[in-house]
């Protein structure tokens, strides 16, 4: 199971930090994403990281300003966001996959947070 926080209203050029933390014991197993959903519009993908932080992949659009990382000791991964822009606007879910690579396909990942909502005003 996935739980992500960290969501709220924030100015644009802000910050946000955004977490999603996972039962079970088997987190360091997975490689983990997050996506995003504004509405009227498909889920799309944001970042991701591989199993044993090799590597990362982002989103053209977020690349620059936002980092993902995760910390196994506390299974949790996390996304920072920087200089946030109202586009960024749109509720942010965080994945997992049995797939050890870093992976930008929604059909890779088996199991989804419920998500947590990103609001940047203008």
């Known amino acids: 199971q996935l739980q992500a926080s960290g969501g709220g209203l924030v100015q644009a050029g802000n910050s946000l930090r955004l977490s999603c933390v996972a039962s079970?014991?088997?987190?360091?197993?997975?490689?983990l994403g997050w996506f995003r959903q504004a509405p009227g519009k498909e889920r799309e993908f944001v970042a991701s990281?591989?199993?044993?932080?090799?590597?990362?992949d982002y989103a053209a659009s977020v690349k620059g300003r936002f980092t993902i990382s995760r910390d196994n000791a506390k299974s949790t991964v996390y996304l920072q966001m920087n200089s946030l822009k109202p586009e960024d606007t749109a509720v942010y879910f965080c994945?997992?996959?049995?797939?050890?690579?870093?992976?930008?396909?929604?059909?890779?990942?088996?199991?989804w947070g419920q998500g947590t909502q990103v609001t940047v005003s203008s």
């Open positions: 990281i591989s199993r044993y932080v090799v590597t990362t």
């Open positions: 079970g014991r088997t987190f360091s197993s997975y490689a």
């Open positions: 994945a997992a996959s049995l797939n050890p690579y870093a992976s930008s396909s929604s059909f890779e990942y088996n199991y």
